[in-house]
């Protein structure tokens, strides 16, 4: 199975250390949108999306890579998240990614998303929510993640 992880992790590196404990079990590449390759994406039959959430959407360089992505054929992805504050279930956060790749042509295997250290205000007032997240348990709540998608992903492959 052929993996990637397009990671846009700017505060306090919170999504890239999901990413990479994800990125081992797959044995994915993790690499910010900007250096993503749009054939590499193509030929994979795996694709990782994930961010940090801000004012509940994900980061803006994640959303215009995607937005950026060509129409293509059915292809898995997940999509995953760290966020100060846990997902809403009236208004979760995942869902407008998540639709936005199936307009794509992708298939969303899952989600996946856990806390993490956030000084986003007011937080910052307070000197932050979450200082020890992701902890060791939700390092292992991604491991666990990931290898469901491999054993789904990798047995269709």
Known sequence: MKAVI?????????????????????????????????????TCDLVGFGSGIFSGR??????????SLPQGER???FVFATSGLPEPRFRPFTRPLVRLLEQKGFEVSDTFSCRGFDTWLPFRLVGGINKERPNVTDLEEARTFAEGLRARVGAVS
């Open 75 to 77: 292809r898995k992805a």
């Open 58 to 67: 994900f980061h803006p360089r994640l959303r215009e890579f995607v937005q």
């Open 6 to 42: 397009v990671c846009a992790s700017v505060s306090h590196g919170n999504t890239k250390r999901i990413a990479e404990v994800m990125g081992q079990v797959l044995e994915a590449t993790v690499v910010d949108p900007e250096r993503a390759d749009m054939a590499e994406l193509s």
